[in-house]
């Protein structure tokens, strides 16, 4: 059986929000802690970032620092964990090359989260027309890359949000399919998912949408979430505010801001029954989002005092991470019979076939 490796990473187009904290970084650092790891590996995507911002650069540019400040604020350690930027291994793009010869496009164009991220980024409308001509081919083959950045490493766990499973079952068909043709060489990883179910897609401030940047409904961790702009639906299935609730809020909470109920179940019968005022739900909600950001908000005032620290830190993740991607693509070009320098066979082989 492998040794547990860990590996997970996020897209630097901006700083990271509530959303990103439940749905994988709040649980990085409850495995981070556990231990019982051989390796974790937390990597920021700017290559893929790339694949939908290849006309702006900088935006990518700017914002890797920002990720790598909300993993430490967050509680990412780089004594425990590796951190390192996605374009700083070259041996991600080789392999990547060679699994898209394991990859079909009829493949591609059925994975549903391909399908949902083309459509949010304006590549097309409608079913048919989402694969036009206006689609980038890097961001086509995401789920590649993606292969690729977990199957480098080894990793036997992925922690990502639920809506990311297809990618993970891709993952796994390019593992099969590479490992049928060439002989066990990769590692089939396993997807962890938010233990807490309302984590898994927390709306925006919206109320509506899943959370994200690009809808400009975040509460991002680098600040302070004042104001929740929510409808009152009067009932707490679909309601923001019981959802946020159900991701954030511990029994303690009420004895320490509203201890006329003993938890969340007690709050949610009488909301239920009626009698509650939706501001008052709304308040308690601030005060447990600001308990658990607050923290997270003062380590990255302390870590953005000395940016080049933050760089040196990155440097030496993509040290680490060269080290294990190099091992690992020495055995996939063995297992694909192209380490031609290092078999000594074939060109002995070869050299009696030319000496007759």
Same mark, same amino acid.
């Given at each position: 059986?492998?040794?547990?490796?860990?590996?997970?990473?996020?897209?630097?187009?901006?700083?990271?929000?509530?959303?990103?904290?439940?749905?994988?970084?709040?649980?990085?650092? /409850?495995?981070?802690?556990? =231990?019982?790891?051989?390796?974790? &590996?937390?990597?920021?995507?700017?290559?893929?970032?790339?694949?939908?911002?290849?006309?702006?650069?900088?935006?990518?540019?700017?914002?890797?620092?920002?990720?790598?400040?909300?993993?430490?604020?967050?509680?990412?350690?780089?004594?425990? #964990?590796?951190?390192?930027?996605?374009?700083?291994?070259?041996?991600?793009?080789?392999?990547?090359?060679?699994?898209?010869?394991?990859?079909?496009? @009829?493949?591609? /164009?059925?994975?549903?989260?391909?399908?949902?991220?083309?459509?949010?980024?304006?590549? =097309?409308?409608?079913?048919?027309? #989402?694969?036009?001509?206006?689609?980038?081919?890097?961001?086509?083959?995401?789920?590649?890359?993606?292969?690729?950045?977990?199957?480098?490493?080894?990793?036997?766990?992925?922690?990502?949000?639920?809506?990311?499973?297809?990618?993970?079952?891709?993952?796994?068909?390019?593992?099969?399919? &590479?490992?049928?043709?060439?002989?066990?060489?990769?590692?089939?990883?396993?997807?962890?998912?938010?233990?807490?179910?309302?984590?898994? *897609?927390?709306?925006?401030? %919206?109320?509506?949408?899943?959370?994200?940047?690009?809808?400009?409904?975040?509460?991002?961790?680098?600040?302070?979430?004042?104001?929740?702009?929510?409808?009152?639906?009067?009932?707490?299935?679909?309601? @923001?505010?019981?959802?946020?609730?159900?991701?954030?809020?511990? %029994?303690?909470?009420?004895?320490?801001?509203?201890?006329?109920?003993?938890?969340?179940?007690?709050?949610?019968?009488?909301?239920?029954?009626?009698?509650?005022?939706?501001?008052?739900?709304?308040? &308690?909600?601030?005060?447990?989002?600001?308990?658990?950001?607050?923290?997270?908000? @003062?380590?990255?005032?302390? &870590?953005?005092? %000395?940016?080049?620290? #933050?760089?040196?830190?990155?440097?030496?993740?993509?040290?680490?991470? *060269?080290?294990?991607?190099?091992?690992?693509?020495?055995?996939?070009?063995?297992?694909?019979?192209?380490?031609?320098? %290092?078999?000594?066979?074939?060109?002995?082989?070869?050299?009696?076939?030319?000496?007759?």
């Amino acid at each position: 059986m492998a040794e547990k490796v860990i590996l997970t990473g996020d897209r630097p187009t901006g700083r990271l929000h509530i959303g990103h904290y439940v749905g994988s970084l709040r649980r990085r650092v /409850q495995l981070q802690n556990e =231990g019982g790891y051989k390796d974790m &590996f937390v990597f920021i995507a700017d290559a893929q970032a790339l694949t939908d911002n290849f006309d702006n650069p900088e935006k990518v540019r700017q914002n890797v620092v920002e990720v790598a400040l909300d993993y430490l604020a967050c509680g990412l350690d780089p004594s425990k #964990v590796t951190i390192f930027i996605q374009s700083a291994i070259p041996e991600l793009a080789e392999l990547s090359f060679y699994f898209m010869n394991l990859v079909t496009v @009829a493949r591609l /164009q059925r994975n549903p989260t391909v399908k949902t991220e083309i459509k949010m980024r304006g590549f =097309g409308e409608g079913d048919d027309a #989402v694969f036009g001509s206006g689609l980038p081919v890097g961001f086509f083959t995401y789920p590649i890359s993606q292969a690729a950045d977990i199957t480098l490493f080894k990793a036997t766990m992925v922690p990502v949000g639920a809506d990311q499973k297809p990618m993970l079952e891709q993952t796994v068909e390019i593992v099969r399919k &590479f490992n049928s043709i060439y002989g066990e060489t990769l590692v089939e990883p396993e997807i962890v998912l938010p233990q807490n179910a309302a984590s898994q *897609r927390l709306p925006g401030t %919206d109320g509506k949408a899943k959370m994200s940047k690009s809808l400009g409904n975040c509460i991002y961790l680098g600040t302070d979430p004042l104001h929740i702009n929510v409808a009152d639906p009067g009932h707490v299935e679909g309601n @923001a505010v019981f959802t946020y609730l159900d991701a954030f809020c511990r %029994d303690e909470h009420f004895g320490l801001y509203w201890p006329e109920y003993a938890n969340l179940d007690e709050l949610k019968a009488h909301y239920t029954k009626g009698g509650l005022g939706d501001v008052k739900c709304k308040r &308690f909600l601030e005060k447990v989002l600001n308990e658990e950001l607050e923290p997270i908000r @003062a380590r990255r005032k302390e &870590f953005e005092k %000395d940016i080049p620290a #933050v760089y040196e830190m990155l440097r030496k993740g993509v040290d680490k991470a *060269r080290e294990t991607a190099a091992r690992t693509m020495d055995e996939v070009r063995k297992a694909m019979k192209i380490n031609y320098f %290092d078999d000594k066979a074939l060109i002995e082989e070869q050299s009696k076939k030319y000496s007759l």
